[in-house]
């Protein structure tokens, strides 16, 4: 009985967000459609309570949970943090355009939060089976959420795409995985660490399995080749949804990659390093020139994100502690842009318009100088102008690329940087230069816009001063990793 | 509150206050700006007088903010270097910077850049203030450029004039080739050190005293000399010596409070305070300081010259604070640094009072610049006229006024000094002298007595240099008027200083233990300051006893003569100068020319450049880059965007076969190499 109790106490975050998801999911049948706002509270209100739980049972070394098959470090307790924060963000962000366009149901809140969950089990998975587990979890969340809007024939075809692809990525990451357990005999990575410290890493099965598994990885952030769901179910999703697709799943993402080839498949790294590589340069390649070509702000944006994930795929390949660091600085930085750039289009959006078109962006400046000025900052995040996080970021992750040895990567990287460059600034050209196409006044609600103010000037501030975040991941990932 | 607390807010709060009013600026009532860029500022001073108190009282501080970046072993720090030089620069940029503030309200009052304005000088003050409190080289340099910025914005403030633009665009170039030489100085600095700190920095320099470098094959240089000229290069950029000083007169374009504030107290004097907190490693090099010695005494003579033949009122007071800046870059040359930050103190509160003071004259005459159309206004502006003599009097070095103390201890250290060049220093700036006297009383006699000229012209011919689009000067038939105290006000506070406190601080900063351990001298190399200390306390004992030596002294004397002879030429005699400028054509055409620099910059640097340019373009960049890679490279980029574009078909097939044909070539590639 105490092993159980002391297993549940770990597992406190994960199972109030289980509970509270069923709860909400019971709780909409009774509630008056007039009233749902409470769900909207009790939904904040479980980010809250979980993220106090992560605080209280805070372990500031790594402890095992559920025979060996969850673990509790640091990493898992930062990156759920983040997690709830960003979940948190969205769910402000989302409020206004889920009501004005009838989709502010209980179901909403209820599939968020199960996604959460699945996020939550990635992020503390230990064996093979509790990270495909949470994996499934949260990818069957994320189809059915695409596909919300059911009407929307978009909206479902993006969402038919997104489940047959994933579908595949996860056959192709289970087949890797079962290779590697019938190679290796365990499903812990731990113990798979060091079994495979002991056999000939050159045994084409276990590369077989390697391959797969980085596929099936390589599909969940959207690196090249794997890449090409992003821009058609980013356009396709209600934008609500593409902001949570483009944002905190990637933390689980970046948590699952760091257990699998930092933890388990580290033996192997010499391949997976140039694996990793060549995702890394082509999509940082393939992620810029096409987002040249885009007239569509959330498909433009969709390439962004592949470009970034190369970048994050720069501070992975060093495979050293200073590059996952990085790597989650890079992804941090990541989320809080793209939370900004998209919760950017919703407060654009209104009642029967979606403001989805670069063109639409046009003259902001003189509609709102403030809105102008935050998106301005965000695009210059992204873009990698200093003095703003997304520069700090993009130089962490290639300053580790570069100590690692890959010096013709970074340079062809900042080539690319450059030539991205150009997008970014197109948007703001069009805000600041170009006269307004709609005079449509802009309504949003307050702690929307607060909390959007936040988050750009976040992005400056975080710039300037670093830091703190830095030494966050780099705690996180020493500790977790040694 | 600490001391550390308060410097930072000194530095945040007219960050914050221009970050609110240039944001919202326009949705805000418009009083709110002036209140709260005032607020900003005025809260500002009060700390900087506290934090002076606590350096006088021996306090001093040198930490870090926080850490930017780090790159290797060298770390990009902000923080503060808190001492007596910091804390009188603080005093100074933010008296003049809320002075200016106040005067504002009244001059921009009709402009409908109101809130923009405001915004600017506050963050120009903040800007200014994160340049002399800063500990290191990257945070100087960050202040530099932002100064900069702000100066560039602010000349080209009234962005639809031509000439606004031109100006700005010049002054932009021009602080580049200073910027240039400054960057590289603390590049070296850097290479040579190992760090950005100054405290580390100045440890390590006299190590490096002896150390040569090769720039050209067979021909080897000092290090130092080398840094600390190209670090003067920037000076000269920033604090407009000849020959980077071109873009000074053409940013009178700019509104008149800010040529107060930026172009004649603060922004130009930047050059003077860095080297003064670089005086650790000018010390090591002697043909440094000659390099500097000479181009001040350039610059303070041959620019009071071309003060006397202006007409516009800016202009002349423009030209009159080119040449007080050679004035202080003559004394750092002789190691005099600090008689060169006690002139630029005094200099601040009087150029800036002269600077207002013309301001309040152009509001009177309607936004006629042109002194040839002024006269007699003592009758109708009382306290521009008394504040205006103040000015005056300081600024040609009056005894018992604040310019004479300053003045008279530069020519003095110059006498003393034994470095090259002294001689010609001395020479320059005795003679220096009696033009100030000349062109600064010419402006006044002009402007404040005399005919009431504007009665009789007819505003048609040309003001070349006043040609703005609200400019219709005043009607015959009108009488100047005196503005409110919003300008009257600052007029009267900035003539305090400018009368007092030259005989206040002259003792401390210059003979008493003020700047000691901030200023480092050499004296055995340079004693020019150990024997003006000296000098003082054996023969002149107290301030007093210097201003009444100070009466029978040549420069006394010869700014004596100047100003009588410009009340002869131009009050008893005006044909006098009509004859001369007749009779001596040729020299006058140089001095209209301006030396010929800007027709040289003009056809040489612009012209050459331009050709250059030329040539790369229509070569280099339509043939070889446009043709070939740019246009080529966005035709290959545009034809793969458009390729990769194909791939994303919709089709859900291909994508899959994609994922697949990925993995396969993944799988074949990687058993392979194994």
């Not at chain 1, 009233?35 to 402890?63: D, H």
């Not at chain 2, 922004?267 to 001040?296: D, K």
């Not at chain 2, 509160?349 to 301001?359: E, I, R, S, V, Y």
């Not at chain 2, 480092?520 to 201003?547: C, K, Q, R, W």
């Amino acid at each position: 009985m105490e092993y159980i109790k002391t297993d549940l106490i770990t597992a406190l975050p994960e199972l109030t967000v289980l509970f509270m998801a069923m709860f909400i999911l019971l709780l909409d049948l009774f509630i008056k459609p007039k009233n749902r706002i409470v769900i909207y509270g009790l939904a904040q209100f479980t980010l809250l309570a979980a993220a106090y739980f992560t605080v209280v049972t805070y372990n500031p070394s790594v402890g095992y949970a559920f025979s060996n098959m969850f673990v509790d470090d640091p990493l898992a307790d930062i990156l759920k943090l983040m997690t709830f924060l960003g979940t948190s963000m969205m769910l402000v962000y989302t409020r206004q355009y889920m009501q004005q366009r009838g989709m502010f149901r209980g179901e909403y809140y209820a599939m968020v939060l199960f996604a959460l969950l699945g996020m939550m089990i990635m992020i503390s998975g230990q064996s093979l089976l509790t990270i495909y587990m949470g994996l499934e979890l949260l990818s069957l969340c994320l189809y059915s959420l695409v596909a919300f809007d059911r009407d929307n024939a978009r909206a479902t075809e993006a969402a038919m795409k997104y489940f047959v692809l994933g579908a595949l990525a996860s056959g192709m990451l289970l087949y890797g995985m079962s290779m590697i357990y019938g190679m290796t005999g365990s499903l812990n990575v731990a113990e798979i660490s060091s079994a495979l410290l002991e056999m000939n890493t050159k045994n084409p099965v276990l590369i077989l399995g390697l391959v797969f598994v980085v596929a099936g990885l390589a599909f969940k952030f959207g690196a090249v080749p794997f890449q090409m769901w992003v821009p058609d179910v980013y356009q396709g999703a209600p934008t609500s949804i593409t902001l949570l697709i483009g944002s905190v799943p990637k933390f689980a993402a970046f948590a699952i990659t760091i257990r699998l080839l930092a933890q388990g498949l580290q033996p192997l790294a010499v391949d997976w390093q140039d694996m990793l590589l060549i995702m890394a340069v082509l999509s940082i390649a393939i992620g810029n020139i096409t987002a040249i070509a885009q007239t569509n702000l959330k498909r433009m944006l969709a390439y962004s994100t592949i470009s970034h994930v190369g970048f994050l795929l720069f501070g992975f390949m060093s495979a050293n502690l200073n590059g996952f660091a990085s790597s989650m600085f890079y992804i941090s930085a990541y989320v809080l842009m793209t939370l900004a750039g998209f919760g950017m289009i919703l407060l654009l959006s209104r009642q029967g318009f979606e403001a989805e078109n670069l063109d639409d962006l046009k003259g902001l400046n003189q509609r709102s100088p403030w809105a102008a000025f935050l998106m301005l900052i965000t695009m210059f995040s992204m873009a990698g102008v200093p003095p703003t996080l997304g520069f700090y970021a993009k130089f962490t992750v290639l300053q580790a690329a570069l100590q690692a040895g890959f010096i013709w990567a970074v340079v062809f990287a900042v080539v690319m940087a450059a030539i991205g460059a150009f997008y970014y600034l197109r948007v703001v050209k069009l805000m600041y230069f170009d006269a307004p196409k709609d005079n449509a006044r802009i309504s949003a609600p307050v702690d929307m816009q607060l909390v959007l103010s936040i988050n750009a000037a976040a992005l400056l501030l975080l710039g300037i001063m670093p830091q703190t975040l830095m030494q966050i991941c780099g705690v996180a990932i020493v500790i977790s990793l040694q | 509150m600490t001391l550390p607390q308060i410097s930072l807010l000194i530095v945040l709060l007219p960050l914050i206050a221009a970050a609110i009013v240039g944001l919202w600026g326009r949705h805000l009532p418009r009083a709110s700006a002036h209140w709260l860029t005032i607020a900003g500022v005025g809260a500002a001073f009060v700390l900087s007088v506290i934090v002076f108190k606590a350096t006088l009282n021996g306090y001093t501080a040198n930490y870090n903010l926080y850490t930017w970046l780090t790159s290797g072993d060298i770390q990009f720090n902000v923080g503060f270097l808190i001492d007596n030089l910091t804390a009188m620069m603080m005093v100074v940029v933010t008296f003049v910077s809320l002075m200016v503030h106040v005067y504002t309200i009244g001059y921009m009052s009709e402009d409908p850049g109101y809130s923009r304005f405001f915004s600017y000088i506050s963050l120009f003050t903040f800007a200014m203030l994160m340049l002399v409190m800063s500990n290191n080289f990257m945070q100087l340099f960050f202040g530099w450029e932002a100064v900069g910025l702000v100066s560039y914005l602010l000349i080209g403030f009234w962005y639809k004039r031509p000439t606004a633009i031109y100006a700005n665009l010049k002054a932009f170039l021009v602080n580049r080739v200073g910027d240039f030489g400054f960057l590289l100085g603390i590049g070296m600095v850097l290479y040579y050190t190992g760090s950005l700190d100054y405290a580390t920095v100045f440890q390590t320099a006299p190590a490096l005293a002896d150390v040569q470098v090769t720039l050209i094959p067979n021909v080897s240089w000092s290090l130092m000399t080398v840094a600390c000229i190209l670090l003067f290069i920037g000076a000269m950029g920033k604090s407009a010596q000849v020959p980077l000083h071109v873009w000074l007169p053409d940013s009178m374009e700019g509104p008149t409070p800010i040529s107060a504030l930026i172009h004649a107290a603060t922004m130009v004097t930047a050059g003077i305070f860095m080297v003064a907190r670089m005086s650790p490693l000018f010390e090591l090099s002697t043909t440094a300081l000659s390099f500097v010695m000479i181009i001040g005494a350039i610059t303070a003579l041959f620019m009071g010259f071309l003060g006397i033949i202006q007409n516009d009122i800016k202009r002349v007071v423009a030209y009159s604070t080119l040449s007080q800046l050679g004035y202080m870059t003559v004394a750092l040359g002789a190691s005099a640094y600090s008689v060169a930050i006690f002139h630029l103190m005094t200099h601040a509160f009087f150029k800036a009072l002269l600077f207002l003071a013309a301001g309040s004259v152009i509001m009177g005459m309607h936004h006629d610049q042109d002194i040839r159309n002024m006269g007699n206004l003592k009758k109708y502006m009382p306290v521009t006229w008394i504040t205006s003599l103040v000015g005056s009097l300081a600024l040609i070095g009056t005894p018992f006024f604040a310019g004479f103390y300053s003045k008279d201890s530069i020519i003095e250290a110059v006498a003393l000094s034994n470095i090259t060049g002294s001689g010609f220093a001395y020479f320059a700036i005795l003679a220096g002298v009696f033009v100030t006297a000349f062109y600064s009383f010419r402006l006044y006699f002009l402007v404040f007595h005399g005919k009431e000229k504007w009665r009789k012209t007819s505003h048609s011919h040309d003001h070349v240099h006043a040609a703005d689009e609200h400019h219709h000067g005043l009607s015959p038939q009108d009488d100047p008027h005196e503005p409110g105290w919003v300008v009257k006000l600052p007029l009267i506070l900035l003539a305090i200083p400018s009368l007092i406190i030259g005989y206040i601080a002259i003792e401390p900063m210059l003979f008493g233990e003020f700047f000691s351990g901030v200023i480092f001298v050499n004296d055995e190399v340079h004693p020019a300051m150990a024997h003006l200390t000296h000098h003082y306390h054996e023969i002149l004992h107290s301030p007093a006893g210097m201003a009444l030596h100070g009466f029978m002294t040549l420069p006394f004397m010869l700014a004596a003569f100047g100003v009588l002879l410009a009340w002869f030429f131009y009050m008893k005699r005006p044909d006098i100068p009509a004859a001369i400028q007749k009779k001596f054509s040729l020299i006058n055409q140089i001095l209209e020319n301006k030396y010929g620099f800007d027709a040289f910059n003009e056809r040489f640097f612009a012209g050459g450049a331009r050709s250059l340019g030329e040539k790369l373009w229509k070569i280099g960049d339509i043939q070889l880059i446009d043709g070939a890679m740019v246009n080529g490279t966005a035709r290959l980029i545009g034809r793969i965007s458009g390729k990769v574009r194909h791939l994303q078909s919709g089709l859900i097939y291909h994508y899959a076969f994609a994922m697949i044909i990925g993995v396969f070539l993944f799988l074949t590639f990687f058993i392979k190499i194994n």
